[in-house]
C-alpha cells in the first residue's frame, strides 16, 4: 500500500469511527483509486468496519447500513467490468448481512483517535436531545478545546483541573490520557449525563475507586504499574446556582475549562457567577486560569456572554486557534477559546 492509499484508508477509518456525515468522507478519492484497484475497498473495509474498536464498540446500524451501501455503490459502479470485482463485493454484502442481522439500540458509540495511537471511545445518545437534556452528545467546542489542550499540554501538566458541563466526558478524557494532570474533577448537573459520564470514564480504561464512589484512578492497560502516569478523577454533581464560594475552593483547581454551555441566554447569568466565584475562592497565593470554548450558532447569545462577563468584573481575550486539526468534525459554525481572568 503507497502514502496515499494508507493516508485515505487512515481518512475513512477516522471519519468512520466517530460517525461524520456519510457524504462528508473522501468518497471521490476513493473512486479515483477504485478505477485502478476495485480490490482496494477490502483495506477501507478493515479500517471501518472491521476495526477492532468498530467491532468491539460499534455506531449505530443505521450508521453502519448507510457506510456499507455507499461502499457497495461505489465498488458496483467502478469494479463492475473487472474480473477481480466479484471478492470485494462479496465481503460487502457479507458485513451488510451482518449488520442488518444486528439488533437496534437507542445508543451508539464514536471513537476518536489521539495522535498518540490511542483513542478515546464514548457511548452517546443517538437522538441530539434525549432525557431532557442536549449533554448525551458530544458538540464541536468540545472537539476543538480537546485539540487545542493537545497542543498546549503545559496548561494542564501536572494540574488540578475542573470542568464545567462535562457531558459525556470528550475534552475530559482525551485531556487525560495526552496532557497528563496531576486531578481531574469532571462536573455536571444532569442525573442521566452524570450517569453516562461515569460509564465513559470506565470504557476508556479508568476504574472506579472503592473507597469513594465518584472517584476514578487512571489504569492505563498498557503501563498500569507506573504510579507516575496515574492521573485522580472525580465526577461530582455541580450545580452553578447554588455552588457557594467555600465548596468551589475545596476543588483547588488551577486551571478551569468548559465547552458549549453558553448556548441558552438563560444559563448565561449563573454560569457567569459560577466563575466569578471560582476566581475569588481561588487561595491567596495560587493562581487560576479559565478557558472556555464556544461554538457562535446565535451571535446575541454570544456577545451576551461577553456582557455578562464583562458585568461579573471578569476580563475576556479570544485566544489564537490552534495549528492542527485532530478530529473529525463539521467547522461550519466558528469556535472560540476565551481566556477569562478577574478584573482588578
Not at 447554588?242 to 475545596?250: D, K, R
Request: glycine residues 4%; contains cysteine.
Amino acid at each position: 500500500m503507497d502514502t496515499a492509499q494508507a493516508t485515505l484508508c487512515d481518512t475513512f477509518q477516522h471519519h468512520f469511527l466517530c460517525c461524520r456525515r456519510i457524504g462528508s468522507l473522501p468518497w471521490k478519492e476513493l473512486e479515483q483509486l477504485l478505477l485502478l484497484q476495485p480490490s482496494f475497498v477490502l483495506a477501507i473495509l478493515e479500517k471501518t468496519i472491521n476495526h477492532p474498536l468498530a467491532r468491539k464498540h460499534p455506531s449505530s446500524l443505521q450508521y453502519r447500513r448507510f457506510f456499507l451501501s455507499e461502499l457497495i455503490k461505489k465498488v458496483v459502479i467502478y469494479a463492475k467490468h473487472e474480473c477481480t470485482g466479484a471478492e470485494p463485493l462479496d465481503d460487502l454484502y457479507c458485513a451488510l448481512a451482518e449488520v442488518l442481522n444486528s439488533e437496534d439500540t437507542t445508543v451508539c458509540y464514536k471513537s476518536y483517535c489521539l495522535p498518540s495511537g490511542d483513542a478515546v471511545t464514548l457511548s452517546e445518545n443517538i437522538a441530539i436531545i434525549s432525557e431532557g437534556t442536549t449533554g448525551l452528545v458530544t458538540w464541536g467546542a468540545a472537539l476543538f478545546l480537546a485539540e487545542w489542550a493537545v497542543e498546549n499540554i503545559d496548561i494542564f501538566k501536572n494540574r488540578t483541573i475542573l470542568e464545567l458541563g462535562s457531558g459525556i466526558g470528550l475534552t475530559g478524557l482525551v485531556i487525560c490520557k495526552s496532557c497528563f494532570p496531576k486531578k481531574y474533577t469532571f462536573s455536571d448537573y444532569h442525573h442521566k449525563v452524570l450517569q453516562q459520564l461515569k460509564e465513559n470514564i470506565q470504557l476508556n480504561g479508568f476504574v472506579l475507586g472503592k473507597d469513594h464512589s465518584n472517584l476514578a484512578k487512571c489504569v492505563k492497560e498498557t503501563d498500569s504499574a507506573k504510579n507516575d502516569s496515574a492521573v485522580l478523577l472525580s465526577v461530582i454533581e455541580l450545580d452553578w446556582e447554588t455552588a457557594t464560594e467555600e465548596q468551589l475552593s475545596h476543588l483547588e483547581a488551577d486551571v478551569v475549562i468548559a465547552t458549549d454551555v453558553v448556548y441558552d441566554p438563560e444559563i448565561v447569568l449563573s454560569f457567569s457567577n459560577v466563575l466569578k466565584k471560582l476566581f475569588q475562592s481561588t487561595k491567596v497565593g495560587k493562581s487560576l486560569e479559565v478557558f472556555v470554548a464556544s461554538t457562535i450558532r446565535n451571535s446575541e447569545t454570544y456577545i451576551l456572554f461577553h456582557t455578562t462577563l464583562d458585568e461579573a468584573g471578569l476580563r475576556w481575550q479570544v485566544l489564537p486557534e490552534h495549528k492542527k486539526r485532530i478530529f473529525a468534525y463539521d467547522t461550519s459554525c466558528p469556535v472560540e477559546i476565551l481566556k477569562l481572568t478577574l478584573k482588578i
